[in-house]
């Protein structure tokens, strides 16, 4: 069982940065793929980014170039940062882990979600 609690969220202009970070609790978070997740009100939920634990990763086209998403196996956290965010990347930012060490952009193949973080990017 993994539990999963995502902060870094908030208000930010128009080619601002945030960084977003999840910290996992419970077993096997070394071995598991992170994925970050959005969606925004009216939209369904879309893939962002992914990380395997070897640090291979994976990025929507959307937000390659702009976002990176990194992995502390340490300190069992996955973190995503966001630069030259835009309007239309406000959503709620969900963190999710997957058991089955490939990555996945499917939303489906991950088994755990933490509650997710809000960010807003003003115009």
């Known amino acids: 069982q993994v539990q999963l609690v995502e902060s870094g969220g908030g208000l930010v202009q128009a080619g601002g940065s945030l960084r977003l970070s999840c910290s996992a609790s419970g077993r096997a978070f070394s071995r598991s793929v992170m994925g970050w997740f959005r969606q925004a009100p009216g939209k369904e939920r879309e893939f962002v980014a992914a990380i395997r634990w070897s640090g291979d990763s994976t990025y929507a086209d959307s937000v390659k170039g702009r976002f990176t998403i990194s992995r502390d196996n340490a300190k069992n956290t996955v973190y995503l940062q966001m630069n030259s965010l835009k309007p239309e990347d406000t959503a709620v930012y969900y963190c999710?882990?997957?058991?089955?060490?490939?990555?996945?952009?499917?939303?489906?193949?991950?088994?755990?979600w933490g509650q997710g973080t809000q960010v807003t990017v003003s115009s």
């Open positions: 999710a882990a997957k058991r089955i060490n490939i990555a996945s952009a499917n939303s489906n193949d991950y088994d755990y």
